[in-house]
């Protein structure tokens, strides 16, 4: 992101309320082990997520990084709400000397918190040049991981890696983490040195003396979860995870449940309490929303506040979204039935389907606002004679001209020839990213054979990445004001391999000039190359569909 965008954000965020500003929050992924979608921007994507982030809200996979990858963009990273997954690396370290807490909100293959798999070569025909190191991981480096509240650890396939097998897990398993599977191999194609000796036990995370595991449970006095030491004064509070510096539960290095204003607590204030003198339900001032494992005044944007006092990405069962005057947005108890919705890929009736398909258009005729995704797959024009579904046409997209919302992610990686543009969705206003494509994009466009975008309305991307490659026809990507799109500081648009922007200067858009379209009232951006509208001039040389 440009140095002007930055300092915005930083601004914007200096004038949030303590407890907001106070961490930097950030969404992580959910690819698994699969290929990145790009990988020519793959190490960018991450540093977009990661800068500055310090708790993960999802997973935090790293994969596929070559071995001369620089990763410092990770080292403010404390907490991971979900998994940690290292595979197929072939960068000697992964700098996570922060990382304290892994949740396991989510696991690895329904059991692992913490996966590091493949980060290296067996193979004799991928050994290097002489003299050279071969790539790796070499240390995990996790010197200040002192927590995993549920789901055990695999670590299998790292030629390069030591030490791993000399730390305790047990100390870093919370008391009340069911049965972790412990799965670690140390098949190796080097020797290991000895931990350091300034470790009190031979435990170590790599070879420096800052790399001693630091124990925290095995070593506590009985009857402590957590501790600092081994006396029993140097327990730690019951609301601590991790560790901590002191008995109170304001000296915890990582909450157990909520971080309220650094104090950890079982539970966020009420948002409202109870008079027992006047029988009668108070606002509580005090009140706080729970977001991940801390306590907040409002949720963050893009999030709904509900009435039980969370924020959320999608309401619960009989909730509708409301927006208030202020633009936030929060569910709401429907009095009757909720009025009827127009759901997309991923929600209700359509939780399993992969793509729009002649099968399932004619769902979102007329819809303004659509609950959910959508995804334009090859199988969406192709159709699939094994269950009678015909290829879906270029005619049936118009449904879509009256969509302005999509509370999910768009995808689109196959498209009529016939259409130069995306201008069915000419309306779209608002790409909510709530929930994210491989958990990273709210807007993808790969493989088209698109000359512009045609997305003329389109007003934000709520949350999530913009992912637009392989396009080989497409112009205009650059002029498009992304920076006023986009919402948070984690979100940037990831381009390679469109048109050269130097031939897009010199075609069909030549007559285009920005001051003419300026003059004539069009916004500066995607909207300045659209077919179809008499505001500004040059648009009528453009090639009609
Ligand atoms: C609680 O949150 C505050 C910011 O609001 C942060 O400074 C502090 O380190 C957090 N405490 C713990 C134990 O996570
Ligand atoms: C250990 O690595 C060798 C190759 O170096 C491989 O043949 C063997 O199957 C591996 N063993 C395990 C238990 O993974």
């Given at each position: 992101m440009?140095?002007a965008?930055w ?5 914007l ?9 106070g ?12 290929l990145?979608?790009s990988?020519?921007?793959?190490l960018d994507?991450l540093?977009h ?5 310090q708790?993960?809200?999802g ?7 070559p071995?001369?990858?620089?990763l410092?963009f990770l080292?403010?990273?404390q907490e991971?709400?979900?998994y940690?997954?290292i595979?197929?690396?072939r ?5 996570l ?5 892994v949740?396991g909100t989510?696991l690895?293959?329904?059991h692992?918190?913490l996966a590091v798999l ?6 004799e025909?991928a050994?290097?040049?002489a ?5 790796g991981l070499?240390?995990l ?7 995993i509240?549920?789901g ?7 030629p ?17 983490n069911q049965?972790?599977l ?7 194609s080097?020797?290991c040195?000895p931990c350091?000796p ?7 995370w790599?070879?420096?003396p800052e790399d001693?595991?630091s124990?925290?449970r095995t ?7 957590r501790c600092?030491?081994p006396q029993?004064t ?5 609301q601590c995870?991790?560790?901590c510096?002191g ?9 157990l ?10 539970h ?9 003198d ?7 001032p005090?009140?706080r929303?729970?977001?991940g494992a801390?306590?907040v005044?409002?949720?963050p944007y893009?999030y709904?506040s509900t009435?039980?006092g969370?924020?959320t990405?999608v ?13 936030t947005?929060r569910?709401?108890?429907?009095s009757?039935p909720c009025?009827?919705a127009c ?5 209700e009736?359509?939780r399993?389907v992969?793509a729009?398909t002649?099968a399932n258009i004619?769902?979102f ?7 959910g995704s ?7 024009f ?8 015909p290829p879906?046409?270029a005619?049936q ?5 009256s969509?302005e919302e999509?509370?999910g992610?768009?995808?689109?990686s196959?498209?009529p020839?016939?259409?130069p ?8 206003r608002?790409i909510?990213g709530r929930v994210?494509h ?12 698109i000359?512009?975008l045609g997305l ?5 991307l709520?949350s999530?990445?913009?992912l637009?490659?392989r396009n ?10 992304w ?15 469109n048109r050269?922007?130097?031939e897009?200067?010199?075609t069909e858009s030549?007559?285009?000039?920005l001051?003419?379209?300026?003059s004539?009232?069009v ?8 077919s179809?509208t008499s505001l500004?001039?040059c648009?009528s040389?453009v090639?009609h569909?």
């Amino acid at each position: 992101m440009e140095l002007a965008a930055w300092c915005r954000w930083g601004l914007l965020l200096a004038l949030l309320p303590p407890g907001a500003a106070g961490t930097q929050v950030c969404t992580g992924t959910d690819m698994k082990l699969r290929l990145p979608a790009s990988p020519e921007t793959h190490l960018d994507m991450l540093r977009h997520l990661y800068q500055g982030c310090q708790v993960v809200q999802g997973n935090l996979e790293l994969t596929y990084l070559p071995a001369h990858a620089s990763l410092s963009f990770l080292q403010e990273i404390q907490e991971v709400q979900g998994y940690v997954l290292i595979a197929h690396n072939r960068v000697s370290q992964v700098p996570l000397q922060r990382l304290r807490i892994v949740r396991g909100t989510q696991l690895f293959e329904e059991h692992y918190a913490l996966a590091v798999l493949d980060n290296g070569d067996f193979l004799e025909s991928a050994a290097p040049a002489a003299g050279m190191a071969p790539g790796g991981l070499q240390e995990l480096q996790l010197r200040s991981l002192t927590e995993i509240l549920k789901g055990g650890v695999l670590i299998q396939r790292n030629p390069q890696l030591c030490h791993q097998d000399t730390i305790l897990w047990e100390d870093i398993f919370h008391k009340n983490n069911q049965l972790p599977l412990k799965q670690i191999d140390t098949n190796r194609s080097r020797a290991c040195a000895p931990c350091s000796p300034a470790c009190k036990a031979p435990k170590c995370w790599g070879e420096s003396p800052e790399d001693c595991q630091s124990l925290t449970r095995t070593v506590c006095a009985s009857g402590c979860a957590r501790c600092k030491g081994p006396q029993p004064t140097d327990c730690c509070h019951e609301q601590c995870a991790a560790g901590c510096t002191g008995p109170k539960h304001s000296d915890c290095l990582a909450c157990l449940h909520f971080n309220h204003s650094g104090i950890c607590e079982l539970h966020c204030p009420a948002l409202v309490t109870y008079n027992t003198d006047t029988f009668e339900s108070m606002p509580n001032p005090e009140g706080r929303y729970t977001f991940g494992a801390s306590c907040v005044t409002a949720c963050p944007y893009n999030y709904l506040s509900t009435d039980v006092g969370s924020c959320t990405l999608v309401c619960p069962l009989n909730n509708q979204e409301v927006t208030a005057e202020d633009g936030t947005q929060r569910c709401e108890k429907c009095s009757k039935p909720c009025a009827p919705a127009c759901y997309g890929l991923g929600m209700e009736h359509l939780r399993e389907v992969r793509a729009v398909t002649s099968a399932n258009i004619q769902e979102f005729a007329g819809c303004k606002k659509i609950f959910g995704s959508l995804a334009f797959l090859p199988e969406s024009f192709a159709g699939d004679p094994d269950s009678n579904i015909p290829p879906l046409q270029a005619e049936q997209l118009q449904v879509f001209e009256s969509l302005e919302e999509i509370t999910g992610y768009l995808y689109i990686s196959a498209w009529p020839d016939s259409l130069p543009d995306l201008s069915v969705f000419q309306n779209l206003r608002v790409i909510r990213g709530r929930v994210l494509h491989d958990g990273a994009y709210s807007l993808t466009l790969q493989g088209l054979g698109i000359s512009w975008l045609g997305l003329r309305s389109l007003r934000e991307l709520g949350s999530g990445l913009a992912l637009i490659h392989r396009n080989a026809r497409l112009c205009f990507v650059h002029t498009v004001p992304w920076d006023q799109l986009f919402q948070n500081p984690h979100q940037a648009l990831l381009h390679s391999a469109n048109r050269p922007e130097d031939e897009c200067g010199k075609t069909e858009s030549q007559c285009c000039m920005l001051t003419v379209c300026q003059s004539a009232g069009v916004p500066r951006g995607l909207w300045r190359q659209q077919s179809g509208t008499s505001l500004c001039m040059c648009l009528s040389q453009v090639p009609h569909r």
